[in-house]
């Protein structure tokens, strides 16, 4: 029998099981071994096979642990490194930042030249940051001038000399001399010497610049008595010049009206105070405003009475010396806030906004400054119109003027409409109501925006007089609380508020 090349175990035996049978032993003896062989060696093979895959696995069992535990660890490291940085110059910077643990010049080489921070003691061994002017000291322009490049000292150059060529124009149309403000119920205070700015000569462009820039740093200081110290320090430093009395005045300024924030109203009279001493009739008008204030707030209103009354008679001084149509409007606007928030006297507030109107319509030029303000008085007004609940006629005339007048913002609109649901509301005109009130519900569905420096607390406090029926109070105030920015709401609550108004005018 031909011999087989078949390499196959079971065929092989099938083979030789048949040769057997046949009586051909010789033969199914080879047969068998033959697939016995074969057996042997697939099972080799096999077992080899198996090897190799488990050897494979094992490889890529350990990529996987790599994986899974050292990227882990790499990123944890990553994450401990981008901490420990943040942390090291958030530490940095809070030092930097705080007016009592850092150099004022030191800071200003960082504000104005940070690209040279790191290099500035090596490049510049000689340099000092003397500001006396000393013969042998480098002035503000010059020092800088080593930091900052030629660019900015030209700049700095250039605003002197436009101030200079400004105050000889000046000098040339007339003396230029303006009479000091007193007050005719109010006390000269005695001013300590560091708070009075008398130091000769021009006023230094170079310092002005920097010292905006140390200010923008002392207004995120909550601590009210370490700017009080930073800005001591710093005329020590500066020595301050009668002609820098506006300078020195922003500086005071921040901490005037840092304590007032803090309702510390004992230490806001003593700040005002001392901003008085910087001699401008401006400062004397923003330091009588505060002393109103606080002096209402401790329950001494015959004294609050008499610095409402310096506050009228430096905006007169102003207006005579000094006059800007938006700025004596603004402090009219002022005025009337400071009769109906601490004396509840409508009259006089009514009166001054009308007083501050009258001079922004018979401004000659106009400007953004001044369509600003005169959006503002208008809202102003037209609140104390529905609080006094004027006539209809005079209010339908304001309204009327306000909404031709184009100088309204969306979030403005939202108060002017707001007033005027409530005016309608409250005399029963409840067609007009609603279209005033529609008009607040849709501004706030598509473009929800809002004022959030418009105050309405004496708005609130009044409606209690302005409108004797309770529940159209109630719905009134509704309606205030829906627009006031510092009630926490969503947008949907506020329309809903708005809503729910409308359906009670609907009834």
């Known amino acids: ?49 198996r090897a190799n895959r488990a050897s494979n696995e094992r490889i890529n069992l350990k990529k996987h642990l790599y994986a899974y535990l050292v990227i882990p660890l790499m990123l944890a490291g990553i994450a401990f490194s981008v901490f420990r940085v943040s942390s090291h110059n958030h530490e940095r910077l809070k030092a930097e930042t705080d007016p009592k643990s850092f150099s004022f ?13 790191n290099n500035i003691v090596a490049a510049n061994p000689e340099l000092s940051f003397d500001f006396s002017r000393s013969a042998s000291a480098l002035s503000p322009a010059e020092a800088l001038q080593s930091m900052m490049g030629s660019n900015m000292q030209e700049r700095i150059r250039e605003l ?45 462009e170079d310092l002005s610049q920097l010292v905006r820039s140390y200010r923008s740093v002392l207004n995120n200081e909550k601590n009210c008595s370490k700017i009080v110290d930073a800005i001591t320090a710093l005329g020590q430093k500066v020595q301050w010049r009668s002609s820098e009395k506006d300078v020195k005045a922003e500086l005071e300024y921040l901490a005037l009206s840092c304590f007032a924030r803090s309702e510390d109203h004992h230490k806001t009279i003593k700040q ?21 204030a606080s002096h209402s707030h401790l329950g001494e209103k015959s004294k609050a009475a008499d610095m409402y009354t310096c506050f009228k008679e430096t905006i007169d001084h102003l207006a005579e010396y000094e006059f800007t149509p938006s700025g004596i409007a603004s402090r009219r606007r002022e005025s009337g806030a400071l009769a109906w928030l601490y004396f509840n006297d409508l009259d006089t507030a009514v009166s001054e906004l009308e007083v501050a109107r009258g001079i922004l319509k018979s401004a000659k030029m106009k400007s953004p400054q001044l369509n600003f303000v005169a959006s503002e008085i208008d809202l102003d007004l037209m609140e104390t119109y529905v609080t006094a609940n004027i006539d209809g ?27 005027a649901g409530i005016y ?32 309405w607390s004496g708005f609130q406090r009044g409606l209690a007089d302005s409108i004797s029926d309770p529940i159209a109070r109630e719905n009134a ?31």
Not at 477 to 497: G, M, S
């Open 1 to 49: 029998m031909k011999e087989t090349t078949n390499n196959n175990p079971q065929d092989l035996f099938q083979q030789a099981e048949a040769l057997r049978k046949g009586n051909q032993p010789a033969e199914a003896q080879k047969q068998y071994q033959q697939a016995v062989h074969l057996s042997n060696e697939r099972t080799q093979n096999r077992g080899k096979s």
């Open 105 to 117: 010049v030191e800071w200003l080489v960082m504000q104005q030249a940070r690209e040279v921070m």
């Open 160 to 204: 002197g000399e436009q101030r200079k060529s400004g105050a000889k124009s000046e000098s040339e149309e007339g003396d230029g001399s303006r009479p000091s403000f007193s007050c005719s119920v109010d006390q000269v205070q005695q001013c300590s010497a560091d708070a009075l700015p008398t130091a000769p000569g021009e006023r230094r």
């Open 272 to 292: 005002a105070r001392r901003l008085q001493c910087t001699g401008s009739a401006s400062s004397m008008n923003t330091s009588y405003w505060y002393l109103t």
């Open 393 to 419: 006629d005079t209010f339908s005339a304001l309204h009327e003027d306000i909404n031709t007048s184009g100088l309204l913002t969306d979030g403005y609109k939202q108060i002017k409409d707001t007033l």
């Open 424 to 455: 309608y509301l409250q005399n029963k005109e409840n067609t007009k109501a609603s279209v005033a009130l529609n008009n607040v519900a849709t501004r706030f569905k598509h473009l929800p925006e809002y004022i959030c420096s418009w105050d």
């Open 477 to 507: 105030d509704k309606l205030v609380v829906a627009t006031n920015c510092y009630v926490p709401q969503t947008i949907e609550e506020r329309i809903q508020k708005v809503t729910d108004v409308l359906k009670w005018l609907r009834r």
